[in-house]
């Protein structure tokens, strides 16, 4: 399934903007893609789903309508499966197009090349000798803002590594590691799965 949605009849309600000012606005807006898990009908922490949006320098009709749309894809008769991903996309001529994936898993364990070579998944290692957890890649996406929130909470230092070579140096010896994808799930690298993420994958399956 594909839809699209042309801008303008999200945007041209927007009485308190003209036109030109909606065109300036949506100029300001890179084209993205978000992937979103979901799972009998639900969607899970679907409003930090939202929230993530906020990186992308969505107009507010922008956002709510993507909101409403996902609310509506998991209810109707375009879900056959009970799970799988939906894929919402912003294009470079302002429009935003649904597609939805239907039965797609992701690898239930990384290694650490396939960890570290996409730039849509955060990694995430503990090193014993500095009791840190340092990470690597940008925090904006609804699973990696959940996980940081809940590694705060769970009193761990959180530090965002220097580059490639310095979370590399950490995975070589740590024993707890992962990293998390952008379709709502935590993947365990190379069998590092430690308390920590056997915790974190708790608290997550009580929500």
């Keep these: 399934m594909d839809e699209k949605i042309p801008h303008n009849v999200i945007c041209t309600n927007n009485s308190a903007l003209n036109s030109d000012e909606i065109e300036a606005q949506l100029n ?45 894809i998991v209810v109707s008769d375009l879900i056959k499966e009970q799970s799988g991903i939906i ?19 992701e690898s239930e364990t990384y290694s650490e090349q396939e960890a570290l070579c996409q730039s849509s998944r955060v990694v995430w290692a503990y090193d014993a000798d500095e009791e840190q957890i340092f990470y690597l ?24 590594a220097d580059d490639d070579g310095h979370i590399k140096r950490i995975l070589e010896h740590s024993q707890d590691a992962f990293a998390t ?26 929500m």
């Design 28 to 72: 300001k807006i890179k084209p993205f893609e978000l992937h979103i898990r979901y799972i009998d009908g639900d969607i899970p922490i679907l409003k930090r789903h939202v929230k993530s949006l906020d990186s992308f320098d969505l107009m507010p009709a922008m956002k709510a309508h993507i909101r409403s749309s996902l609310e509506q």
């Design 87 to 105: 894929t919402v996309k912003y294009t470079a001529a302002h429009d935003i197009v649904f597609s939805i994936d239907e039965g797609i898993y």
């Design 137 to 160: 890649g940008c925090i904006y996406k609804a699973i990696d803002t959940l996980t940081l929130d809940l590694l705060k909470t769970l009193n761990y230092d959180c530090v965002l």
């Design 181 to 206: 994808s952008n379709t709502y799930k935590i993947v365990e690298i190379d069998g590092k799965c430690g308390p920590i993420f056997e915790k974190i994958t708790q608290c997550l399956e009580k």
